[in-house]
C-alpha cells in the first residue's frame, strides 16, 4: 500500500560490522574504534560495532571484545552487534553491547553457507539468545538475508520471507531487517515483499538493509518510503559486503541516502559533514578510495559560483 513518506527516517550504520567483515587489508582496532568514535559524533542513534561471531569464520572482526572496550560510549548511542549463538551472546553481554542482532536468511542455501544451520535450525539456536539477551535488557533486531535474491537459488518468493518473519516474531525480536544482500533487488520486488509484509510485521518493527552492487539501492529506499518504511541500514562512504555471498558488494552509502533524504526535506538527525570525517578516517585506514558517490561528487551547487569560475 503506497503511504506517505515517514518524516523522519532512522539511518543504522553498519559499516564498522557489514564494511570491515569483508576487507581483506586487516584494520587494526584502534582505527576501528577511531571510526566508530567519529559516526557517534555524526549523529548516529545506532551503530553496528562489530560481530561476536567464531573467529575463524569472520578473522576481521576477531578483535571484537577490544574493539567495545576501546569505544567513547556517547549516551543516547546504541551500540549493537552481530550474535550468531549462546557462545556469541556471553561474549557481547561481557562486552556490554546495548543490542544483540541475530541473523538468518529467506534461502536455505544461504543459510547453510553463512551459519551452517537450516533456517528453522537457526530459529531454534536464537530462542535461547533472544531469552537471555532480553533478560539482561537488551533489544534485540533480527536480520532476514537474502530477501528478494540468493547467490545459489537466484529468486526468492515473497512467502519465504514472510514465512522466516512470523517466526522471527514469535520469538519476541523487536525488530526486522529485510536484505538485499547480494544487491540485487529492483522496486517491484521490494514492493512485493513489503506487500506481503503488510499487516503481519509492523512498519515500526522494519527496517530495509540494502547493497548497492548494482546501483539499486536508492529506487529501492524510495520504493520502500512509499511504503512507510522509516529505518535504512547504511554503510559510510559504501564499505561492505558479505564474504559468504558471493557477488555482494558494500552497502548503500550513509552519504548517498543521507543527500536524497536531505534533498527530500526527511530529518534524520545525521551531519553529513560529520558522516565525512568518518569515512576519512576509514578510507585512511583502509587505503583505497569508497565507492560513495556524494563521497566523490561533493554536495549539490549552492548556486553561488560566478559564471567565470572554471572546472
Ligand atoms: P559452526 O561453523 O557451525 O561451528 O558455527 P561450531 O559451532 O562447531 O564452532 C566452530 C568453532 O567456532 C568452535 O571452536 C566454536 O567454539 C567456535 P573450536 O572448537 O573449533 O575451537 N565458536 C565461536 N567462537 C567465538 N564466538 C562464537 C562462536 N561460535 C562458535 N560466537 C557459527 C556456527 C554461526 C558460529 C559460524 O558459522 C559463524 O560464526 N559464522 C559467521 C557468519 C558471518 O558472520 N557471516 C557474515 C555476517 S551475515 C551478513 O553479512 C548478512 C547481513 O549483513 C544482512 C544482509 O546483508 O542480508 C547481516
Ligand atoms: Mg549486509
Do not use: W
Not at 555471498?245 to 534533498?263: F, K, S, V
Request: with cysteine; proline share 6%; net charge negative.
Amino acid at each position: 500500500m503506497t503511504r506517505p513518506y515517514p518524516p523522519r527516517i532512522k539511518i543504522v550504520e553498519v559499516g564498522p560490522r557489514d564494511g570491515l567483515q569483508n576487507e581483506a587489508r586487516p584494520i587494526p582496532a584502534a582505527q576501528k574504534i577511531a571510526f566508530i568514535d567519529a559516526l557517534s559524533a555524526a549523529g548516529f542513534a545506532e551503530i553496528e560495532a562489530t560481530s561476536f561471531v567464531a573467529p575463524g569464520r569472520i578473522p576481521q572482526l576477531a578483535d571484537a571484545e577490544e574493539v567495545m572496550a576501546g569505544i567513547h560510549r556517547r549516551p543516547g548511542v546504541v551500540y549493537s552487534a552481530l550474535v550468531p549463538n549462546e557462545k556469541g551472546l556471553e561474549r557481547a553481554l561481557a562486552a556490554r553491547i546495548d543490542q544483540a542482532n541475530v541473523f538468518t536468511a529467506a534461502s536455505e542455501t544461504f543459510n547453510q553457507r553463512n551459519i551452517r544451520a537450516s533456517i528453522a535450525e537457526s530459529i531454534e539456536r536464537f530462542r535461547p539468545v533472544v531469552i537471555s539477551a532480553r533478560a539482561a535488557g537488551l533489544r534485540v533486531r533480527a536480520y532476514v538475508s537474502t530477501a528478494f535474491v540468493c547467490p545459489y537459488e537466484g529468486t526468492i518468493e515473497p512467502a519465504a520471507v514472510t514465512d522466516v518473519v512470523a517466526r522471527l516474531l514469535d520469538l519476541g525480536v523487536d525488530e526486522i531487517s529485510i536484505g538485499d544482500t547480494i544487491g540485487a533487488a529492483v522496486p517491484s520486488q521490494i514492493e512485493a515483499v513489503l506487500d506481503a509484509l503488510d499487516g503481519r510485521l509492523p512498519l515500526g518493527q522494519t527496517a530495509l538493509h540494502l547493497h548497492d552492487t548494482r546501483g539499486t539501492a536508492l529506487a529501492n529506499v524510495l520504493t520502500g518510503l512509499r511504503r512507510g518504511v522509516a529505518i535504512y541500514d547504511t554503510s559510510s562512504g559504501g564499505l561492505g559486503g558479505c564474504p559468504y555471498a558471493p557477488g555482494a558488494a558494500g552497502n548503500l552509502a550513509t552519504e548517498d541516502l543521507l543527500y536524497l533524504l536531505d534533498g527530500l526535506g526527511l530529518e534524520t538527525g545525521i551531519e553529513s559533514s560529520g558522516v565525512r570525517r568518518a569515512s576519512d578516517v576509514i578510507e585512511g585506514a583502509l587505503g583505497n578510495a569508497l565507492p560513495s558517490k556524494v563521497r566523490r561528487a561533493g554536495p549539490a551547487p549552492s548556486g553561488e559560483r560566478k559564471e567565470t569560475d572554471r572546472e
